[in-house]
């Protein structure tokens, strides 16, 4: 694919600039968990906005739809990390897949938890059914010490009232979920329950009704991919959501998980190849959810 190494690797966190764009793995996994994969399907990489997905389910399995009194659920139109939409709407980010409802959500994690960090990784590894996933310590303090976008929105949170606990415990949190290292094949593997209407295959474990499951996936299918959401509907036609360490997954409902990993971003920080290599697979199978 002649994509494959084109666009831009994330350098805003040095630990992720050095990553070699020239690399590219695809895996799909079925409902029933039989698994494809081609190239670096099982090769770890650091997951980043991803993660979000998983804090999001947590956290509406602690709150329920409250936790959109205080994060809306509409598309932002505006880059991931964004800073005039949050003054202009008063603290209240637009929806839980940006960088500032993100906050908002590991705000609530914090909260809730007694060790955030430690929940959100036994969440991710029981999703997995396997403990082979860990946080890169090296990614998490690259991000946290370059990470003054992030700091600003937190802190224009903090002002607003949008944040219950101290600015630096959740930004600790936030990077630390970011850098999660996970391959292809196991996040087919984690984002199972979004296909099988909130059940987790590894486990038979029901995480969310059927009806909010509905509704997870229409946030990542409105909300997933940032600016790009419109753009990814039309080519790809299914709910997704990328992080700026080149990986996106994309459900299914019904029928499988893919997931794709190339560094190279798009000007919307999602993966060129990858989000090529999603509209090829969606085009030659004939199989979307339009
Ligand atoms: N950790 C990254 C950041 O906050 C996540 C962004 C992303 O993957 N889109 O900038």
Known sequence: MPEVGRGRVANYIPALARIEPDQFGMAVRTVDGELFGVGAAEAPFSIQSISKVFTLTMALGFDGEALFERVGREPSGNPFNSLVQLEHEAGIPRNPLINAGALV?????????????????????????????????????????WGDRNAALAHFLKSFGNLDNPVAD????????????????????AFQYLARGGVNQATGERL???????????????????????????????????????????????????????????????????????????????????
């Open 170 to 189: 959740v930004l600790d949190v936030y990077v630390h979920h970011c850098a999660l290292r996970m391959s292809c094949a196991q996040l087919t593997t």
């Open 208 to 290: 969310m009704s059927a009806s909010l499951t509905k509704r997870a996936n229409a946030l990542l299918l409105t909300c997933g991919v940032y600016d790009a959401a419109g753009d990814f509907a039309y080519t790809v036609g299914l709910p997704g959501k990328s992080g700026v360490g080149g990986g996106i997954v994309a459900v299914m409902p019904n029928h499988w998980c893919v997931a794709v990993w190339s560094p190279g971003l798009n000007e919307s920080g999602n993966s060129l190849a990858g989000t090529r290599a999603l509209e090829l697979f969606t085009t030659k199978t004939g199989i979307s959810i339009f």
């Open 105 to 145: 959500v590991d705000d609530v994690l914090l909260s809730r938890t007694y060790d955030a960090k430690g929940a959100i990784l036994e969440f991710v590894r029981d999703l997995c059914g396997s403990l082979d996933v860990a946080y890169d310590e090296e990614v998490a303090r690259s991000e946290r010490e």
